[in-house]
Nanobody, 113 residues
Framework: QVQLVESGGGSVQAGGSLRLSCLAYGHEYCLYDMSWYRQAPGKEHEFVSSISSGRSTTYADSVKGRFTISQDNAKNTMYLQMNSLKPEDTAMYYC???????WGQGTQVTVSS
């Protein structure tokens, strides 16, 4: 069984930075296609970024140039470096393995103006 555990969320002021981590327990092949999503109160899940085979990355237009996704296979961990944070980035952030279709429990990010 695979389990994803997010961490690194918190409260920051606009312009600040946070780094989210997603630790995967279980099968390493689940890390082949990983993604970050977020959900703000009253809104649908929104795609943020994805990484495939540890190299190919994609980003939502709203975060392009500010967020960076990466992966450390030796640590079974995926990261999301978030810089120049804006109040509209406030949401619960979730990691997901598309390979195994499993979601983490989420970590809250709050950005104040």
């Amino acid at each position: 069984q695979v389990q994803l555990v997010e961490s690194g969320g918190g409260s920051v002021q606009a312009g600040g930075s946070l780094r989210l981590s997603c630790l995967a327990y279980g099968h390493e092949y689940c890390l082949y296609d990983m993604s970050w999503y977020r959900q703000a109160p009253g809104k649908e899940h929104e795609f943020v970024s994805s990484i495939s085979s540890g190299r190919s990355t994609t980003y939502a237009d709203s975060v392009k140039g500010r967020f960076t996704i990466s992966q450390d296979n030796a640590k079974n961990t995926m990261y999301l470096q978030m810089n120049s944070l804006k109040p509209e980035d406030t949401a619960m952030y979730y990691c997901k393995t598309a390979t195994c279709n499993i979601w983490g429990q989420g970590t809250q990010v709050t950005v104040s103006s």
